[in-house]
């Protein structure tokens, strides 16, 4: 029943490390976007897809690669992970450019070691 | 960067109806104003949105003033799980698709038993 769901949860890596993180929905949106959360609570845009094309980067480091392999799907992949990269990362989907609101997943809680 | 200023903090009793104002004086035209909350560990949700019109939803109401230059989230009769930090936003429905929601610092609404 979930609209916009995200894996894992929760991950706990070392620095260095390349992981990532999962993000589906099935709300039949046509954009998607991953949104930061840092540990003073500010949320960030990090990245926008319209039907798979990137629309948004905003100035990320190119250490994160998001990929949309079809529209119902946007996954981050993060290499060499570092402290500063510990955040919690919220995916959200929205029907065109969101003048009905976005719709946010629960949120990934990254903690690099 | 946040084009509306809220107060950081707020508390109100149960039961009660809880007012949020937010101003946002430098608003154009084509703006919307939205209003999102994040319950803690929780990803945003989105409550309601208008452009100048009084706007009423099974969640809250929205009053924007006549010069819309700010506007007042009421939740009519707040619940513990009001608690939340709540984000007015303002978000121009035309800006294309690198159009972006840009969330600012918020309003901690602590609802008391």
């Known amino acids: 029943d979930t609209a916009v769901s995200q894996t894992p949860k929760y991950l706990v890596t070392q620095m260095g490390n390349d992981k990532s993180i999962k993000c589906e929905q099935n709300l039949g949106h046509d954009t998607m976007y991953w949104y930061k959360q840092d540990s003073k609570k500010f949320l960030k845009i990090m990245f926008s897809?319209?039907?798979?094309?990137?629309?948004i980067n905003e100035t990320v480091p190119n250490r994160f690669s998001p990929k949309s392999p079809d529209k119902a799907h946007l996954n981050l992949h993060i290499n060499s992970l570092e402290l500063g990269d510990s955040a919690v990362y919220f995916c959200a989907s929205s029907q065109g450019q969101g003048e009905r609101g976005y719709t946010f997943g629960s949120g990934t809680r990254l903690t690099v070691v | 960067d946040a084009k509306t200023t809220q107060p950081p903090s707020m508390d109100c009793a149960e039961g009660r109806a809880a007012n949020l104002p937010c101003n946002h004086s430098t608003i154009s035209g084509n703006e919307y104003v939205y209003w999102y909350r994040q319950i803690h560990s929780q990803g945003p949700q989105y409550i309601i949105h208008g452009l100048k019109n009084n706007e009423t939803n099974e969640m809250a109401s929205l009053i924007i003033t006549e010069d819309r230059k700010s506007s007042t989230l009421i939740l009519p009769h707040a619940t513990l799980r009001d608690t939340a930090v709540y984000y007015c936003i303002v978000f121009n429905n035309y800006g294309g698709a690198t159009n972006k929601l840009i969330f600012g610092t918020g309003t901690l609404l602590a609802v008391q038993p």
């Open positions: 897809y319209n039907n798979k094309e990137l629309i």
